[in-house]
């Protein structure tokens, strides 16, 4: 079933590991895959009105990213941060989610933080932490990234190799956590089995357990309401939070939400 269903790797890998960001470090432009106001559907912010900005372009490639048109198949069109900045500006909201793709690899990407939180926004930034280009947001939603995110490596052997290369370097997410404001650590779970790996990569980057959210692997109803009897009852036995994904509850899997 693994990946069976999923979108090709029809890109060089070499060509999507850099950033869709421009090259003139004066004016960045970015690669965004859509923007859009929803609800915050995931972690401590459930519920907040926000602004969501998707950059596109992902240097993993995780079997399961429920974003295949900002990593496996990248789309989107280019915008400055003064177009992004209005953008933010004119919705009714202050609070800003920069998501992907992986925005933490866009050119630029720091200056805009940076620019919308100087206009008085609360930025979140949703990230697998795999680079740190020095930025500093209100909220780093780091979403480190386990052996089951791996894509098969018949399918994709060289996404496989450089997937299990770059997902997991935990000195760079220290270093996030450090700059950030406050953290909150989402694991995408899959199985049961995954929690001794989850387990260590916390006491590695060395985070408390309330900043730990368990989130379920899946993009339907059906399969949050499948994982969460048995996952959330370890995620309360160890002192961390059950994360739903009330997007897909209130909206369905519907891109723009
Ligand atoms: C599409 S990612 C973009 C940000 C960044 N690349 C990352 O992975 O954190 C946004 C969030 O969706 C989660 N996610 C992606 N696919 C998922 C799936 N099939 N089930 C549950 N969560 C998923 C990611 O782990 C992350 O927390
Ligand atoms: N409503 C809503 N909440 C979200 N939280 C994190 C999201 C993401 O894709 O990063 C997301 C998203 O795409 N939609
Ligand atoms: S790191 Fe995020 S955007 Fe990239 S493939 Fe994984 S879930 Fe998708
Ligand atoms: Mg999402």
Redesign the pocket.
Known sequence: MKSADRPVDVLPAEKLAKTPGSADADAPTFLISETFVSRQG?GSLTGQSSVFL?TSG?N?R?W????PY??WNPEGTRQTIDELLQLVSDADTSHVVL?????LIASGIVQLVDRLREAGNHVTI????TVDPGVRCDLL???P?LRASTPDENEHPRWAKLHEQRRLPIHTMRTLIQSAEATQV?F?VDSADEMTEIDDVISQLRVSPEQVWL?????SVQELDAAKPWLEPIAQSRGYHYCD?MHIRWYGNRRGT
Do not use: H, I, N, W
Not at 64 to 67: G, H, I, K
Not at 215 to 219: D, F, I, L, T
């Open positions: 995931e998707r992902c993993l995780c399961f990213c429920d974003t900002a990593s998501t992907g793709g992986e925005p949703e990230t697998a932490g939603s780091l979403s990234k989402k995408v989130m379920p692997q899946g993009v994904r």
